[in-house]
């Protein structure tokens, strides 16, 4: 189950790569919608990536899920926190490299001025930086309150995100002007970071209080 977990996100970042070096128009050829018809775009979009961001939590219902990725007993919920946290490391670090080769590509921007080229990679790297960011502390915090069964999240959770930005980027790139191309992907990553963190929150408050992860 652990090797699946990594391998479906890694099989969508290289499929979306391989469907960007084959595409032969550009993301200008798609005409911009009206600001009413973008509302409406990010109003439900938003809506799905939020339904599908927070699929961890259903998985965890699922025995043979937990047991699966669960972390092992020598290993508590933070280190197991930790150790997942290289997939959303791995994806800021993807974007990271893929500004440094637009820069590298741009006549303009590899003499170090500014550069049209570089705008949206920089935007989505900033995005994505931040979305990483909340995500391991959001997670880190939550997962002092785990059980070992319920460690499991942590990893379903993990993968969701790269899916989640693989989704948010593809959309980015192909309509910049558009935002409900990439509302489903950022609704996907950030409303369940804040889910996370209002129930470490919460539990920061009453220790007593439930989480939406199923522990047996």
Known sequence: MKWLVVAVPAGLAAALVLKNMLRKDTPSDTPTPSHEEQQKQVRLRAALGLCAGLAPYALTYCAGVRES???PADVSPLEWT??????????MASQVMNVGNT????????????SEDVELPKRILQNTLEQTVLWIGANAALSTYLSPTQSAF????AATFVI?????IHGYTQQPNNAGGRAPGFAMTFLPNIVVIAQAVLK?????????IASA
């Open 69 to 71: 990725l669960a972390a």
């Open 82 to 91: 930790l150790r997942w946290s290289a997939l959303p490391l791995a994806t």
């Open 103 to 114: 820069r590298f590509a741009s006549p303009n921007a590899i003499t170090g001025k500014n």
């Open 154 to 157: 942590i990893p379903l959770n």
């Open 164 to 168: 989640a930005r693989l989704i948010f």
């Open 204 to 212: 920061l408050v009453n220790q007593d209080a439930p989480l939406l």
